[in-house]
């Protein structure tokens, strides 16, 4: 192996032997006790040191790097103490995620590490939005984040080169070759020579390096960083290298050919970096003795320290508290000048003003910038925001809602638009594994509001109708909010903006344009997780939401004789099940009304909410009303007897008179 020092002093040099030989120490150690059962689960990065030393020691301290969970020297190379990383991995409290997940999926703002999810992919848009962030703050900031080769194959890796080449964002894409996804070798992953070849296409630089190369990789870095500083731009670099243990200890190295794992134990970039320190007279065996030992101590103290920390005691409150970063509500109150406005206009004056109120919003959808937006809910907003916050995005959601977790991570705030609900199941992924779990994981917050525009009635067919809040109320640490007015839509909205924690918000397409309120126009809020209480009575609840909150109205003033309590929830996640309750405990009976499909939908939960909390006080079984059981229709008369609007009246009247 050629080393070539360049223009480095011997003191770089000894300091990248130091970055490479403490975590190499440390893996050996995390060997011996995985055999103990001392660790549950190890990753090793043995063979691979050489790549994570490069990339940072190049970064600044204040730079992010978004590893993956063989990159055991990003962790020592930012000076993490080796207690806390001992803790993290016996799941102690000490660590970085209180127990609740392990290894390196875990992140830290104090050393600018963000940890990956096992879906891997996501993380390559997560770093687009951090190098967003940077490049709106012009602070001349890179972002570095790995992946593995097998990584590649998925389609987030394809929409964050294409995101950061198109957006022209200081991203280094670094991706791993060592030859096997788990046990997949890279013929079975890719066709192209080499995975470098893929930036190609993408219109961004790349470059092969000797992953195993300590200088080449140092060197090459240091020039790509100077450069990407100069002109901020992309860079994709396929390091090859190879790993020398299982994908995991337990998976084991019986499907790698003895003769590669020989060719590949004589490039250890730590034993030949080593002799060509001592051959060339930069490193004595004496220096070496000494360093071993210091790291040696240290592994061996902090090994004691997280030893003798007390194993996690398990906390319903702290669980469940911690699912959701702490918020306190503002009430901002409006003004008494209010005009008469359709939903559409209160949601769009919402985004105006949040706008005008945080400036470190920012909004990405497709065709949201000169077009407006599908719905025209952001017409006129590069006028008066610019283009750098009010941004088109390729067609691929899932990059799009990373980047929104990124842009959160490096002190923005995000609002995502899909541009109908039903295209949020492109970008499901992020969503309910990455901005949901965050907080739980690692405290730290997901400040995204994802817009749904969603519903029926429009004859849009199956893949522009839908209304699939369920898909979320499922997930804790989502928020998800459903108005049905004008002026809740408003000031829901601003609430959900001002909110650290993800927000589904979803938008009635059919409401947009036919229901006008007078709204105050001015800035206010609304506490989420409030429900409206729009009519009174005393023969039944009627429990609903969205569109069914209209027709569940229409029904009401067609039979005046019925008196009810009409409940429009406006929020799903948090539910207001003490307004449920107080409601369904006077009338006796509870009729919960929904667009969506019956079976799993949140008419479901509430009912058994209901039955739990108040059957002594029911004279009649709790109803649902809801959506066939199958995909919604495109032809009107399919359609109509898809919706449940055909039926809610009467079971409405059964009920009464049950």
């Not at 962790?75 to 001992?86: A, E, K, V």
Request: glycine share 8%; charged share 25%.
């Amino acid at each position: 192996m050629n080393f070539d020092r360049k223009n480095l002093s011997d003191e770089k040099l000894l300091d990248l032997y130091k970055r490479l030989l403490k975590p190499r120490l440390i893996e050996e150690k995390m060997l011996i006790l995985i055999r103990q059962g001392k660790v549950s689960k190890w990753f090793s990065g043995i063979g691979q040191e050489a790549i994570s030393v490069g990339v940072t020691a190049v970064l600044d301290s204040d730079e992010y790097i978004l590893p993956m969970h063989r990159n055991l020297a990003v962790f020592t190379g930012r000076n993490i103490p080796l207690y806390r990383l001992f803790s993290q991995w016996q799941g102690k409290a000490n660590g970085f995620t209180k127990g609740r997940d392990r290894s390196f999926h875990f992140g830290t703002q104090q050393y600018k590490i963000i940890g990956m999810i096992s879906h891997l992919g996501p993380q390559l848009g997560v770093a687009d939005g951090i190098a967003l962030a940077n490049k709106l703050q012009k602070n001349g900031k890179i972002t570095a984040v790995f992946t593995g080769e097998g990584a590649t194959s998925e389609g987030d890796f394809h929409e964050a080169l294409n995101i950061a080449s198109v957006w022209e964002l200081p991203v280094m894409f670094v991706i791993e070759n060592n030859g096997y996804g788990l046990s997949t070798p890279t013929n079975e992953q890719y066709r192209c020579e080499n995975l470098a070849d893929k930036g190609i296409g993408y219109g961004i630089e790349s470059h092969i390096i000797d992953g195993n190369n300590i200088l080449e990789v140092y060197h090459l870095l240091s020039e790509l960083k100077a450069s990407m500083i100069e002109k901020p731009r992309p860079v994709l670099l396929e390091f090859k290298t190879f790993r020398m243990r299982g994908h995991e200890e337990a998976s084991g190295t019986k499907y790698v050919p003895q003769e590669l794992m020989d060719m590949w134990a004589i490039k250890d970039p730590v034993n030949n970096y080593f002799n060509y320190l001592t051959e060339n007279g930069i490193l004595t065996a004496e220096f070496d003795l000494a360093l071993r030992t210091e790291i040696k101590k240290e592994i061996d103290e902090s090994l004691a320290l997280a030893n003798e920390e007390p194993e996690i005691e398990a906390s319903y409150n702290e669980e469940l508290n911690d699912v959701y970063k702490p918020f306190k509500f503002e009430l901002v109150k409006p003004n008494s000048v209010s005009e008469n406005i359709r939903l559409i206009d209160a949601i769009s004056t919402s985004l105006k003003q949040s706008m005008e109120r945080h400036e470190n919003l920012v909004i990405m959808g497709q065709d949201i910038a000169e077009y407006g937006g599908a719905f025209k809910i952001t017409d006129g907003f590069v006028a008066q925001f610019g283009k750098e916050r009010v941004r088109n995005t390729p067609i691929c959601e899932s990059a799009v809602v990373s980047a929104g977790m990124g842009l959160s991570i490096n002190g923005y705030k995000a609002i995502v638009e899909m541009q109908f609900a039903d295209f949020v199941s492109t970008g499901f992924n992020p969503i309910v594994n990455l901005l949901a779990k965050s907080h739980y994981r690692w405290l730290e917050k997901a400040d995204v509001v994802v817009r749904m525009p969603c519903g029926g009635g429009t004859q849009a067919g199956p893949f522009h109708s839908q209304t699939n809040e369920a898909w979320f109320t499922k997930t804790p640490g989502l928020k998800v909010v459903y108005p049905a007015f004008p002026y809740d839509a408003k000031g829901l909205l601003n609430s959900a903006i001002n909110d650290p924690n993800p927000v589904l918000f979803f938008e009635h397409k059919q409401l947009y344009r036919s229901i006008y309120q007078d709204v105050p126009t001015d800035y206010y809020t609304l506490p989420l997780g409030k429900a409206a209480l729009l009519k009174e009575g005393n023969d039944v609840t009627i429990i609903s939401f969205g569109a069914a909150v209209h027709w569940a109205l229409e029904t009401l003033e067609k039979n005046t004789e019925i008196s009810a309590d009409l409940l429009d929830l406006r929020t799903l996640q948090p539910l207001d099940t003490e307004a449920i309750f107080v409601s369904v405990k006077k009338t006796g009976r509870a009729i919960i009304y929904q667009e969506d499909s019956m079976f799993g939908g949140v008419a479901s939960d509430i009912s058994a909410l209901i039955m739990e909390n108040c059957f002594q006080y029911l004279d009649a079984p709790v109803k649902r009303v809801a959506s066939l059981d199958s995909p919604i229709p495109f032809t009107k008369a399919l359609e109509d007897q898809y919706l449940p609007k055909g039926r809610f009246e009467k079971a409405l009247i059964d009920l009464i008179a049950y």
